[in-house]
C-alpha cells in the first residue's frame, strides 16, 4: 500500500511538470485500474486514446469490463478492427477474451480458431481455445486444445497441469498420473500435482508415506488451501 502511495505521489508530480508524458499517464491510468479507481483510470485511458496511444484502447476496454460495459467493450475494438489498427492481432484477441469472460463460449471458441489459423504455432492461443472447452464441460476438446499448447511448449508446466484437470473431468484417470510425474519432473514445488499424486497414492496398493511427504510439501507452498487439506485429513 505504501509503494503504491509513493508512485502516485511520484507519477503525480510527473505529469504536472511534463503534462505530455505519455508514459506517466499510462501508469497513472494502471495504478487507478489496479486501485479500482474506475473513474479515474477511464478518464486517464481516453486521454491516451485522444493522443493516439494504443495502450489507451486496450486499457479502456479493462475498465469496461471491469465496471460490467461488455458491450461498449466490444463496440469500441471491433470499431478499431474495422479501421485496420496497426496490431490486429491483439484487437481480435481481446474481443474473443471479452467473449470468454462473458461466458459465451462457442463465440469464443470460434474466434480463438480463427487466431491460431493466423498463428498455429502460438502455445497460449491453444491454452484459451482449451480453457473455452473446459469451462464449456467439453472436456475431450480441452484436452486436445491443451495437448497441443504442450506441444508447441514442452518445457511449460501450466499446459501440462490443464490437460491433466481436464483428463480427470472426462473420467480417463489412467491418463493422469503419468502427467502429474512430468509436472513435477519440470517443476517439482508443483503444489496441484503433489496434492493429487498424494491423493492418488492413498488409495489401495499406494504409498502412504510418498503420500504424506507429497502433500506435507504442497501444504508449504499452500499452507491454506482446502483441497490439501482434504488430502491429509
Known sequence: LQDAKTARKEL???????????DARYLMALLDLAEKRLPEAEAGFKHLMEKKDPRGMMGLVEVLMASNRAPQAKQILETALREKPANPTAVKLALANISLRAQNFDEAATQYQALIQENP???????????????????DEAAGAFAKAGELAPSEVDPVVRLAMAYEKSGKKDMVKPLYDK?????????????NVAYMLVEPGGDINLALTYVQKARQQEPNNPDIADTLG
Open 12 to 22: 503525480e508530480f510527473l505529469i504536472e511538470k511534463v503534462p505530455g508524458l505519455s
Open 121 to 139: 504455432k502460438s502455445a497460449g492461443l491453444y491454452l484459451r481455445l482449451g480453457e473455452t472447452y473446459y469451462n464449456a464441460k467439453r472436456y
Open 183 to 195: 509436472i513435477l519432473q519440470l517443476q517439482p514445488d508443483n503444489y496441484i500435482a503433489l496434492n
